[in-house]
């Protein structure tokens, strides 16, 4: 049988994640070898819960089997397990990893899973060894038939729990840590608002006052300038967010953050934008996905609503209660960051035709063609 391949990542690079800069950083590596070697690598954790007859919440604990090598026995999560490393893993790939191991562990098909919700991003200790764990919270119906896998769990003892039976769990029974603080917390959490938010925004009349656009900028291209133009016609406010705003002169952020305001300055300006439509905030990262949020909050103001195309920044706000946009965009592939620095690093001129004729100049100008370069040269 093939070893699973999971994604692992250097210690250097654990604080990226919590900006939400997977794919850049992680790298594959047998699993063994990751343990044995004491590699760091990415792990998930899911909570699931579901409403009981009398209106009370149920929660699905699983209790690991006695032939298990690591906490044989304990309580924990409801399913849990590794991060498969693929080029250009994602949330959405990470999230997908925890709906396979529950529907492997209990039988719980995906489609029987709703609001799945990204909760936390923790950095845990096993042997030695650092996981940094993705936590996710879904609900399923308490009526649904669970099938324990047999050879992962206890299969008696692996079942839906009422809020008493957990807690007396967590007092007297044996349980892994990292899971037991997660469960403390969502007992005491108000678990139907956290769920319900998503349904009561679409109900809800918001003000058609501001909108956040949060983008990296490197460099700026007509993507972003798709998005703009749709939220001018909307809202009467546009607050631009240059995320990483700290981050220059890397690989994958080779501009500053003043070079990146002078980008959407000349957009703005070329397309006859008044000044009191807009305005532009550098947003720096903290490396804390639980506290960054607060921060965006602190340093633009109010908003009434929030775009972005990054799985990761758009779970974040949800999870804070905030109006999430759609998702806006125009081919892609073709339109991202990336691939426009790839295209100047292979000195293909068909760049040119991807970002607007004043940010190409302003490009030249900060020389940032033989900067790419010499970026990914270095690396």
Known sequence: MKEEIIACIADEHIKFLHSGQISKYVFPLER????????????????IIAKSKDDGTLYLVQKRSQ?????????????????????????????NDALRELEEEFGISPKNVRHVQF??????????????????????N??????????ELDIVNSRFYTEKELKTILEEKDAVDYSKEIWKELIDMDLRKKFNHLSNLKSKNY????????????????????????ILK??????????????????????????????????METRNVKANRYAIYKIPDIFNAQKWVNHVI?????????????DWVRELFINKGYRVGKKLGIFKKKFNGSNIRKLIKNGDNSWTRLVPKEIAKLIRKFDGLKRIRSLYDEE
């Open 32 to 47: 063994s070898k990751a343990h044995k070697q004491g590699v760091s690598h990415l792990i998930i954790r899911f909570f």
């Open 234 to 267: 909307r809202y009467k406010k546009l607050k631009i967010g240059i995320g990483s705003s700290q981050l220059s002169y890397k690989k994958n952020d080779p501009f500053t953050g003043e070079e990146r305001v002078t980008f959407i300055k000349s957009a």
């Open 119 to 140: 909760f936390a991003l923790s950095t845990e200790k096993n042997k030695n060894v650092t996981e940094i764990a993705y936590i996710f919270l879904g609900i399923v």
């Open 298 to 310: 602190s340093i633009v103001g109010h908003i009434d609503i929030i775009y972005s195309n990054s």
């Open 67 to 95: 032939t298990k090598e690591t906490f044989p026995g304990y309580y924990t999560d409801s399913a849990s397990g590794h991060v498969k490393y693929r080029p250009n893993l994602s949330l959405k790939d990470i999230k």
């Open 207 to 230: 003000n058609s006052e501001v909108a956040l656009f949060i983008g990296r900028f490197q460099p700026l291209h007509h993507g972003h300038i798709y998005i703009i133009n749709y």
């Open 142 to 151: 308490s009526d649904l038939s669970l099938s324990p896998d047999k050879e």
